[in-house]
DNA sequence: GTAGATATTAATACGTGGTCTTAAGCACGC
DNA sequence: GCGTGCTTAAGACCACGTATTAATATCTAC
């Protein structure tokens, strides 16, 4: 039976709770703090808290265009300038969910997935997909460094993209790759009349599921 | 005006349209499917489909515990068998986040990232990073096919292991890459006592989280 | 045709988790 | 005393439901 808090307090402990679990409804704030419901929605007022049922909302948003956004963007990390075909920059801030726990350091395939999908989005075509690459990790990146990756095609050779990609950590490299990248001109793949688009569109409907 | 749906082409849109996004609520979809709420809501009570507040709160629970194990877990993948310094296999079911939506093909650094987790896994040490990696995409990867990575270590040289992986999608080779990854024993780096190895032990218990 | 099943819609009562407004009760300081 | 701050209460409203009952369509088999 703690006695009740002084309001200051309650607003400190309101953020941490909620910050801790933003399931949490005013029904059950209120019992914690053994003060009325409506006293908790009044300090939910003057913090800008919203509803439990928002919190909620914006959480599963968030994650969701997260979890898609690491996965699924276009490009990991950020692009930050692009001349289609010819070079690339995106910037990327990995966080501790991509670091080995144990050191800090950031596990080699979101390095190599920046570098890959930048060179991947470099490549003016529809469709384009890394056919080799070869890449050497030159040192460790730790959470939280701001790496800054430059791609850009050396050559071309037809459907064939040579992009060279180099990675920065505060002006030090700390990974270089040599991709090839294959450009995909649907146009020139099946018959590329309209049944073909339908047949794609299915499947990408059906992806989606 | 698409005229109304039969109840089995309704029922499959709606797994999909929720699939796509399930923060529609019964309202919405009805207007969508030019039906009335209460249809909308006996669709769902038939294919089992809680409300869109539950489905929100879902998303959001598990987003803020499961997304992480695909970030950080210690495979990408399910590690299906390991022999320390030898050989290793891992499984992934790459799923449609993974996809260009486009094409339905898995980005290549998806299937990279399977590769690197498990040559890294595989070597015999308290740390290792990716030195270098040449890699190859053989052919497209669906989401939806199985993949299987298999490491083998062809060749050590002191800290420095040679890693062959080969990945298959029903037996046909759809990748390869050869990566020499670097054991770093923080027993040579630190001091090296029983204190270290109770932390080690605190670690590890921790990254299993 | 018409009965019977299937599908759809409507109406109503209830529940949760809120918002917004108005009003009242209390304690503290001056 | 009186105001100010904090707290609580009460009532009207809303979104998005569940659960139930009942009334229509619509189609299908006989």
Redesign the interface.
């Known amino acids: 039976m703690a006695s009740r808090l002084a309001k200051q307090d309650r607003h400190r402990r309101l953020k941490e709770l909620l910050g801790a679990d933003?399931?949490i409804t005013d029904r059950e704030l209120a019992r914690m703090f053994q003060v009325s419901v409506q006293t908790v929605r009044l300090d939910r007022l003057e913090l800008g808290i919203p509803e439990s049922?928002e919190r909620?909302?914006r959480?599963?948003?968030?994650?969701?265009n997260?979890?898609?956004s690491?996965?699924?963007g276009e490009v990991?990390g950020e692009l930050i300038h692009v001349s289609l075909g010819v070079e690339a920059v995106s910037m990327l801030e990995p966080t501790a969910?991509?670091a080995?726990?144990?050191?800090g350091?950031i596990?080699?395939?979101h390095i190599?997935?920046q570098a890959?999908?930048l060179a991947?989005a470099l490549v003016d075509a529809?469709?384009a997909?890394?056919?080799?690459?070869?890449?050497?990790?030159l040192r460790?990146v730790k959470a939280g460094e701001r790496l800054i990756a430059k791609a850009t095609v050396v050559r071309r050779a037809g459907r064939k993209y040579y992009v060279d990609v180099v990675s920065r950590v505060s002006g030090k490299d700390v990974f270089e790759g040599k991709f090839v990248v294959f450009a995909v001109d649907p146009r020139k793949e099946g018959e590329g009349t309209k049944k073909e688009e339908e047949v794609?569109e299915e499947?990408?409907?059906e992806?989606?599921?």
Chains 1, 2 share one sequence.
């Open positions: 933003p399931f049922r909620t909302r959480l599963a948003e968030e994650a969701t997260k979890v898609r690491v996965t699924t990991i969910d991509m080995f726990r144990r050191t350091i596990r080699g395939h190599f997935a890959n999908s991947v529809e469709v997909l890394t056919g080799t690459a070869n890449v050497r990790f460790p794609k499947i990408s409907l992806d989606r599921t």
